[in-house]
C-alpha cells in the first residue's frame, strides 16, 4: 500500500519488515519465484514470506520444524557461494528470484558477481540471447548495527566492488526508509540485464518520505533535496547514501540549526549510485541536475553507508574534490551500541554538526572563537555518551 503523506520523523518502521511483505507477495503472485538465503531469513526480519511459502525441505520432518515443505520457495543452505550460482542459474532460466545475506558476508561472492557481470556484458552483442530477469541481491544485518555481533560483521566492500565495474551493469540501492525500500524493491524486481544490489537495516528506523518522494528519486537520477530539511539559499549542502547515516546527518543538522540558528543548510538524499555516478545504470543523475541540487560553490558534507572514499570518487565526476568532505565507514566498532557505531567511525550527529561547524567557520558565518566552543560542546556530547553506555550498556535515550 502506497504511503501518500507521511510527516518526516514521527513514525517509525522496518524496512526488512517492508522488504519481507514485497517478497510475499511476489511468492503469492509468482509460483516460479524464489528465495535464496542462508539460516537468516527470520534473523533478517524477513520470515512474511513464509505467509506465502515454506522452506525447501525434503528430509524427514520433526514435531519441532517450522515453515519446511518438499515445495518449499525459500532455499537456505550456509553457503553464499552455492546459493549464487543457484540464484544464477534460476535467473538465467528467465525466472526471478532473491538472494538475502548479512551484508559482512557478501563479499564471499564478489569474484562469481565479477564473472556474471561479465557474461551479462558479452551476451548483449549475441543476437540470438534473449533477456533476463535482474539477478537481485539484498543486504542486510549492516555493519552500523553492531548490538549482537562486533568486527567480524562490519564489511561493505561489496558495494564498492559492484561500484568500480566499468561494465556499468550494476545498481546500488540505498532506501533511506521502510516506503522507500518498498519503491526500490519494486524497482529492482522489474529490471533486466543487471545486478541489483539494495542496502537496508532491519531495526524500526525514523520514516522520512512518501510514496512519491521515492519513486521521484529514483526517476530523478537516484538524488533529490529534502525540502522539509532544506533552507532557501543554502550556504553548506549535505547529503548520504544509506538509511543509517542519513538519519545521523539530518539529526546532525537539527544540532547544528539549534546552535546557530542563522546558518542555511540543504539536505540531498541519494536513493542510487552506479559505476562513476548517481543514480542507476541506465538513469544516471545529469551535470546540470546536480548543479540545480548542489549548487556551485558551496561546500559538501557527505555521509556514506560504505567506505567513505568510494562515495566521494563518484562525487568528484560531478565537482572539484576541494568542495567535500565525506564521512562513512572506517573499520571501526566492534560489538557496542549503534551511536556509538557511528561515533567511532566519525560519522555521528555530533561530527556532523562539528564538520558544519568548521565549514560556517570558514565562511565567516560564525566566529572562530564561536566554532571551538561548538566544537568543544560536541566533544563533551561524545563524552557524556561514551560514559552513559559504558555504565548502561544502552545509548542515552535522547541518542536514540
Same mark, same amino acid.
Given at each position: ?46 520470515? =512474511? ?9 525434503? #528430509?524427514?520432518?520433526? &514435531?519441532?520444524?517450522?515453515?519446511? *515443505? $518438499? @515445495? ?61 530477469? =535482474? ?9 552500523? #548495527?553492531?548490538?549482537? &555481533?562486533?568486527?567480524?560483521?562490519? *564489511? $561493505? @566492500? ?30 529492482a524486481l522489474h529490471t533486466e540485464n543487471v545486478v541489483n544490489l539494495t542496502t537496508f537495516s532491519k531495526t524500526d528506523e525514523p520514516q ?91 561546500p559538501i558534507i557527505a555521509s556514506f553507508h560504505g567506505y567513505p572514499d568510494t562515495l566521494k570518487t563518484i562525487l568528484a565526476n560531478y ?82
Amino acid at each position: 500500500m502506497r504511503i501518500e503523506h507521511i510527516e518526516p520523523a514521527e513514525q517509525t518502521a522496518s524496512s526488512a519488515h517492508k522488504i519481507g511483505e514485497i517478497l510475499r507477495d511476489e511468492l503469492a503472485s509468482d509460483p516460479d519465484f524464489r528465495v535464496f538465503s542462508p539460516d537468516e531469513t527470520t534473523s533478517n526480519k524477513l520470515d =512474511a514470506v513464509f505467509v506465502a511459502t515454506d522452506r525447501a525441505w525434503l #528430509r524427514p520432518l520433526k &514435531n519441532w520444524d517450522k515453515y519446511m *515443505n $518438499p @515445495s518449499g520457495r525459500v532455499v537456505e543452505l550456509l553457503s553464499e557461494n552455492t546459493l549464487f550460482s543457484l540464484l544464477q542459474g534460476y535467473t538465467l532460466t528467465g525466472r526471478r528470484g532473491v538472494l538475502a545475506s548479512y551484508e559482512a558476508f557478501l563479499p564471499i561472492i564478489s569474484s562469481q558477481v565479477d564473472q556474471y557481470l561479465k557474461f551479462l556484458g558479452q551476451s548483449a552483442n549475441v543476437a540470438w540471447r534473449k533477456s533476463v530477469p =535482474a539477478l537481485n541481491i539484498l543486504s542486510t544485518s549492516v555493519g552500523w #548495527r553492531q548490538d549482537h &555481533n562486533g568486527f567480524s560483521h562490519q *564489511n $561493505p @566492500s561489496f558495494i564498492t566492488n559492484l561500484l568500480m565495474k566499468p561494465s556499468n551493469l550494476a545498481n546500488c540501492l540505498f532506501p533511506i526508509d521502510a516506503e522507500a525500500s518498498r519503491v526500490a524493491m519494486e524497482f529492482a524486481l522489474h529490471t533486466e540485464n543487471v545486478v541489483n544490489l539494495t542496502t537496508f537495516s532491519k531495526t524500526d528506523e525514523p520514516q522520512w518520505i512518501d510514496s512519491n518522494h521515492a519513486d521521484f528519486q529514483l526517476t530523478n537520477g537516484g538524488a533529490s533535496i529534502f525540502q522539509f530539511a532544506s533552507d532557501h539559499d543554502p550556504q553548506i549542502i549535505l547529503t548520504a547514501a544509506g538509511d543509517l547515516v542519513s538519519k545521523e546527518m539530518l539529526f546532525g543538522m537539527n544540532i547544528a540549526r539549534e546552535k546557530v540558528p542563522e546558518i542555511r543548510l540543504r539536505f540531498v538524499g541519494l536513493a542510487a549510485l552506479s559505476f562513476g555516478a548517481i543514480g542507476t545504470a541506465h538513469h544516471k543523475l545529469s551535470q546540470p541536475k546536480f548543479d540545480e541540487m548542489f549548487l556551485k560553490n558551496p561546500p559538501i558534507i557527505a555521509s556514506f553507508h560504505g567506505y567513505p572514499d568510494t562515495l566521494k570518487t563518484i562525487l568528484a565526476n560531478y565537482t572539484d574534490s576541494v568542495r567535500l568532505s565525506t564521512h562513512g565507514f572506517l573499520e571501526k566498532g566492534s560489538t557496542t551500541t549503534p551511536l556509538d557505531m557511528m561515533v567511532q567511525n566519525e560519522a555521528s550527529r555530533y561530527h556532523i554538526a562539528m564538520n558544519i561547524f568548521e565549514k560556517g567557520a570558514e565562511l565567516g558565518i560564525i566566529g572562530v572563537a564561536q566554532k571551538q566552543q561548538l566544537v568543544l560542546d560536541m566533544q563533551a556530547e561524545i563524552a557524556d555518551h561514551w560514559k552513559y553506555i559504558k555504565e548502561n550498556g544502552i545509548d542515552r535515550e535522547r541518542d536514540r
